[in-house]
């Protein structure tokens, strides 16, 4: 956190605390530049959620909150400082910027964005849960950590087609969850997802609750036009 006596001007303001902020403070900081991440959630960005990380290079297996704490330590050992915070403004006029936050103002040389991206949620109830812990938001991320099981894929875009047809290579089987009555994506897309013989679609149903204990056991999902409800238990 950043020390009170120290005058308030750094050399840059880093914007957002994933993979890509946490460099950036690394190579600032060693470079024996003042520099300060504000982050508003948590350090380590998306990744931070993964249970087990086996694809990044250097780093054989880790969990994703272990490989971002040791990126943060690694830029802090340098002097890069931390801050969890909200950036509300930026008031990028004249060389001295200013970073409104909601502990306050940053005064610095120069700003680097690294806000990153979240994956849109759909809110059902359990989602936030067993997010990490069943609920997943990147196929290829996390594929082959579901070897072997029944998967569920909530979604009728093109994204949802693509890697409902990439999963095959590790589930058992997959369910595309399609809230409309079909794919909203291009139809050579759903044209694969839909003749793959792992792969059944429904259509016109939504996900009504997920749930379990240490992990996701169960999901319920509704039929919009029918009303009827159908629970996969693990």
Do not use: W
């Not at 350090?43 to 297996?61: C, H, K």
């Not at 875009?157 to 990439?166: H, K, L, Q, R, T």
């Not at 939504?206 to 999902?221: F, K």
């Amino acid at each position: 956190m950043i020390p009170e006596e120290k005058d308030n001007l750094y050399d840059a303001v880093v914007v957002g605390g994933g993979p890509a902020g946490l460099t950036a403070a690394l190579y600032l900081a060693r470079a024996r530049y003042r520099v300060v991440v504000v982050e508003k959630e948590r350090f380590g960005g998306q990744i931070a959620i993964t249970d087990e990380v086996v694809n990044y290079p250097g780093v054989m297996r880790a969990s994703g909150a272990e490989l971002t704490d040791t990126m943060r330590r690694q830029a802090e050992s340098f002097g890069a400082e931390f801050m969890l915070a909200e950036v509300t403004s930026l008031e990028l006029a004249g060389d001295v910027k200013l970073v409104k936050t909601s502990k306050g103002d940053l005064a610095c040389l120069s700003v680097l964005l690294a806000t990153g991206a979240s994956p849109r949620r759909l809110g059902f109830p359990g989602e936030e849960e067993f997010r990490g812990r069943g609920v997943a938001y990147c196929a290829t991320c996390d594929g082959e950590f579901f070897e072997g099981k029944e998967v569920f894929v909530v979604g009728g875009g093109f994204a949802a087609a693509e890697e409902s047809v990439f999963l095959t290579r590790y589930a058992k089987h997959v369910t595309v969850l399609v809230r409309g009555d079909d794919f909203s994506c291009a139809p050579a897309a759903a044209e694969e997802a839909k003749a793959n013989p792992k792969i059944d679609v429904l259509y016109n149903t939504q996900v009504v609750e997920a749930g379990g204990d240490s992990a996701l056991r169960y999901l319920r999902y509704r039929n919009s036009k029918t009303g009827g409800e159908h629970e996969y238990r693990a």
